[in-house]
Each structure stands twice: as C-alpha cells, then as structure tokens.
C-alpha cells in the first residue's frame, strides 16, 4: 500500500482555500473534509439565544472552536484510516503556531506526517472577496492578523488561479508531470539556452497578476484583456487599453507597481541550479519585461544577470515576434536553430518557434494545453543539461 498522505489547505476566509482543497482532494483521489461542511449547518441551526448570539461573536466562541476542529479531527481521521489519504480544509490559525493545537492535529493524522499548504493573500482582495460571496456568517467574522507560520508550510499566493495553484503544490507534495525520455528534445544539442524571465527564472506570476490587477483598478480598465495578452510587453497590453496621451504616465505607473512588489520573490522550481549550469557565454535573458523590473525580479531570487540579456527596450517588436530571441542569438554568436528556449507563455513559444528555436515549456502560468512545445515540464528540476563529447550542451531527464 502506498504511504498515507494527510494534507492540511489553511487560509483565512476569502482566500480560496476551499476552492483549492476540492482541486487537491480531486486530483489526489482523496477524500475531503471541510470544517465548514462539517460543522457550519450545524451551528447555524441553533438558535443565536441559546449560544448568546451568532457563534463566531459568541460569548462561547472559544469552546465552540475546540468543538469544530475536534469533530473536524475525527472526521479527517476516520478518512485517512479508510481511505489513506485526506484532504483537509480549515483556517487552522491556532494550529500553524505550532503549539498544543498543531500537536493535536498531527496525533489525529498520525502515521501521515502532514503537509500544510497556506493560501493567503493582499487583505483587501480577500475582503473583497468575503464582500461578494455575501456568506451571512462573513458580516460576524471578527478581522484577524495575517498568519506566520511557525510549521513548515507550502505558500501559495490567493491572486493565483486554481491552475496555478496546483501547479506549485502538487510538486511540492511529489506529485509530478512524468518526463517522456524518449522525446526528440532529448536527441539534439545546442550551442547556447534562452531563458524567459516570469514565470520560467522567477516565479513572479503572483506578483505580476497583482501589479496589473492595481494598474487596472487605477485606470479602469479590463483585467480579462489583461489575462488574454500574458507574456506581452507592458507597452504593447498599454497601447491595447489606453488612448495614446495616457502611455507614458501608465507605463512609469505600472513599471513602480512591478518593482515594488518584486521584493520577496524566489526562483521557481529547479531554475537557479539549471541556470547556472550552463556555460556563462552561452546563456541569455530574453524578457517582455522592463531593464528595471527584470533587474529587480533578478535580484530578489538572487540570480545573477547574464552578460546578454534582451529586454523590450532593445527591440522594436516584442514577443509574439521572433526578434528578441533571435536578437540574443546574434548576441551571443550562435545559430537560433541550435538554440533553446525555456518558456511558460503562449506568446514567448510562438516567438521562440518563429525564431527557429527548441522549445523547453514549464507549467505554473499557462493551461498546459497551451504550451505547444517540444516538452513541458512542471519544474526545471525535471531536466538536466551536460555538456556532450562534441562541445555542445544536451538536455537530459533529471
């Protein structure tokens, strides 16, 4: 039988955590056990006299947690023993501070070692959200501080899809796309790798959703244009929403949002060790991104800048054009046909086939129905490069 598996979705309310949880439970073929569909009909049908008012305002309210998360503990435990595994969904505020609760919860989960997954996110997107789901229970809720874990825990961001979600968790927990050893990427060499920067060096898609969701609430424009033109530069997204006289103040305003928020931000899985395992010469950063934003994407996941690194201010045309890879070729004075590109988005594949180039996607940003390349991976740990008999660098399974 295969090892069990408990893993523990927290988050405040309006995160999303919920939402996540049925995804897991899903996709792990494991049962789910929410707090709220435990317990929640329950105490809504007692009488507010009998508890002296709404139970999360109540005088008791401390004992009627104790209750919620010890029948939420018998129930996970119930799941797990018939089951094997379990998914379980609740804020768990007390229980990421590591003390008697938190044990309390792994005695009920034991022999699986539990995963906490926390979702979380900007305070205001999450009241926003509790605004417009209008759950008669959100108007009782008291404000809560934004929780630090003091457990180990895997962090996901709540302006991030589902999807996206999924696509950081599910590694984290083992859970990986397989690798097809016998694809054609595996038989050809290269002279030189070009890298893309959000999504593929710096996992900034959070932050990057973030810093246009603002742009778009400042201007009043629509975030599903947004959304539809990912890997675009700024400009051209800028030329799409904007009268012309606003290009220049909405640049300058989305370029600060962008360096602000990149503060924080850590290289996305596998990335800092295979970029640095190719040759220094024969490498480049090839971004739809700003000198300054890339620069402080660069710097926060602490990877060091390439000598050739394309930005949109040294091309006319940006991606989905091929100019910029094939801009990085010239560079560094290799053929772009024995070039690849490590890619997340529709419009830098398209760029990067346009160009003549291999093309290495990644999961995390994009359907993978949509990353039409010679192989996608959910990690650049999955891959790795060794330099052949012949000079000339090979990508291998990991």
């Known amino acids: 039988m295969p090892d069990p598996l408990a893993v523990v979705v927290a988050g405040p309310a309006g995160s999303g955590k919920s939402t996540l949880g049925r995804a897991l439970a899903r996709t792990l073929r494991a049962p789910l056990v929410d707090l709220d569909s435990v317990t929640t009909a329950l105490l809504d049908a007692l009488p507010l006299d009998a508890l002296g008012g709404h139970w999360l305002t109540s005088p008791h309210a401390g004992l009627i947690r104790d209750g919620r998360y010890a029948a939420l503990r018998a129930t996970a435990a119930d799941a797990l023993s018939t089951a094997g595994r379990v998914v ?42 509790r605004s417009a789901r209008g759950a008669p229970r ?71 959703v973030k810093s246009w969701r603002r742009f778009a609430e400042h201007f009043d424009v629509s ?3 947004l959304h539809a033109n990912h890997g675009q530069p700024a400009r051209t997204l800028i030329s799409l929403l904007l009268p012309a006289e606003r290009h220049t103040d909405a640049l300058a305003h989305v370029t600060d949002l962008e360096v602000t928020d990149a503060a924080g931000l850590a290289p996305v899985r596998g990335a800092a060790a295979f970029f640095t395992s190719v040759p220094a010469e024969r490498r480049a950063i090839v971004t739809s991104g700003s000198v300054p934003i890339a620069s402080a994407r660069l710097a926060a996941a602490g990877l060091p ?17 091929p100019e910029p890879f094939l801009l990085a070729a010239e560079r560094l004075g290799v053929d772009p046909g024995r070039c690849l590109v490590v890619e997340d988005a529709p ?26 390349a010679d192989l996608v991976v959910d990690g650049l740990d999955a891959v790795r490069l060794e330099v052949a008999a012949s000079g000339a660098l090979r990508l291998l399974p990991a």
Do not use: M, N
Request: net charge negative; aromatic share 4%; hydrophobic share 50%.
């Open 347 to 372: 419009a830098g594949i398209a760029a990067a086939r346009a160009a003549g180039c291999a093309v290495l996607a990644l999961t995390g940003t994009t359907a993978e129905e949509e990353l039409t």
């Open 305 to 321: 800048v390439p000598e050739v690194f394309v930005t949109v201010d040294d091309v006319a045309r940006g991606k989905p054009d």
């Open 138 to 208: 959100d108007t009782h809720r008291p404000d809560t501080a934004p929780v630090a874990p003091r457990v180990p825990a895997i962090t996901v961001d709540a302006e991030l899809s589902t999807a996206q979600q999924l696509a950081r968790v599910l590694p984290a927990l083992g859970v990986r796309r397989p690798v097809d050893p016998g694809a054609g990427i595996f038989a050809r060499e290269f002279d030189a790798v070009l890298f893309d920067l959000d999504g593929t060096l710096v996992d900034s898609t959070a932050s990057v």
């Open 223 to 225: 975030l599903e244009a």
């Open 88 to 129: 379980v969904v609740a804020p768990f505020t007390a229980e990421l501070s590591g003390g008697e609760e938190w044990r309390a919860l792994v005695a009920a989960l034991a022999p699986a070692e539990p995963h906490v997954v926390l979702v979380d996110g900007d305070p205001a997107v999450l009241a926003s959200r």
